[in-house]
């Protein structure tokens, strides 16, 4: 009972201070959480958070730039942030297709997807999935290729049904703002964490039960649900825009950018060197010029389309 008196005490604490930025849609009796800015006309951007997100990452940067010319909807995922859970929500395909309901409910038919890290296999199921409401899609350090080794002994325990469901009940109270601050120091290597970042993120929603379990379940069956998936990549027909930083240690470039964008002709790959796994925050400029990129190609008409063709060119002295 003290446990649980404990748990409930943290969620509540964390939700507090970090409370619901926008509104929500009600799907299949869970509500999603969403994020709207800009004008009401043109291609929406739909933004998606990474692993042990939320949508607090887009509005720290890129959100609020992109507001200016487009309409921009960030969406927490099923179970993440202020999105309640729902059946089978761990699974890529479960996922869209609980967020593109939220959309259809917002009245948004046809759409830009914007994924960063997990996301980006988010996207590209949602892209696969839905090929009529998916106008193009913009991988940011998008996670998307089997990189054929096994996650840490964390992801697989907090994964398993039964040990997992305690290990989510106990983790929590044992993680302090040391290990936060060090955990958030790994995903920014090489750059600096951003100085407002660590006391607006709202990285302690994560680590509230239900959450923690979603996210660690949903790590640690993603490469499984990636290599069934990238066997349907050739599918894909929208244009794909992929930004990547080159000492990326946790996505790694050399993996799953380079290969994704050698496999698919619809394809533009900027790689940055000396940028890790944030590029929106450590390049904004880069990778917002690439959004924009892609909104044209989404866009054009088809004599236009090919005319914007990605160049292939040598990747250079960038490449992993």
């Known amino acids: ?155 697989r325990v907090a994964g398993t049904p039964v040990i997992g469901h305690a290990f989510s009940r106990i983790v929590p109270l044992t993680v302090d703002a040391a290990r936060i601050d060090t955990a958030l120091a790994e995903i920014f290597a090489p750059q600096p964490v951003p100085l407002r970042y660590r006391h607006e993120i709202g990285a302690e929603l994560a680590l509230r039960p239900h959450s923690f379990r979603t996210n660690y379940r949903a790590v640690n069956t993603l490469r499984r649900q990636i290599v069934a998936l990238a066997a349907r990549y050739p599918e894909l027909r929208c244009p794909i825009e992929i930004v990547h930083g080159d000492v990326d240690a946790i996505v790694p470039a050399d993996i799953h950018a380079i290969p994704l964008a050698e496999l698919l002709d619809r394809a533009d790959l900027t790689l940055l060197p000396g940028i890790g796994h944030m590029p929106h925050h450590a390049a904004p400029e880069t990778v917002m010029a690439a959004i924009e990129r892609l909104v044209s190609r989404a866009t054009a008409r088809p004599r236009q389309r090919a005319a914007q063709a990605p160049q292939r060119q040598s990747p250079g002295p960038s490449v992993m």
Do not use: K
Not at 34 to 57: E, F, K, T
Not at 129 to 153: C, E, F, Y
């Open 1 to 155: 009972m003290r446990l649980w008196t404990r748990l409930t005490a943290y969620t509540r604490e964390a939700e507090s201070r970090y409370p619901p930025l926008g509104g929500f849609i009600p799907v299949r009796g869970a509500a999603v959480h969403y994020l709207s800015d800009g004008p009401d006309r043109g291609l929406p951007l739909v933004l998606l958070h990474g692993a042990s997100g939320n949508l607090r990452d887009w509005t720290l940067s890129l959100m609020p730039r992109l507001a200016r010319r487009h309409r921009v909807i960030a969406l927490d995922r099923p179970g993440m942030g202020h999105s309640g859970p729902v059946a089978g929500g761990t699974r890529l395909d479960v996922q869209a297709d609980v967020l593109a309901e939220a959309l259809e409910g917002m009245g948004l038919q046809r759409y830009c997807l914007v994924g960063h890290s997990y996301s980006g296999s988010l996207a590209l199921t949602w892209a696969l999935a839905r090929p009529q409401s998916v106008a193009g899609v913009a991988l940011i350090a998008g996670a998307a290729m089997d990189w054929g080794g096994a996650l840490g002994a964390t992801y």
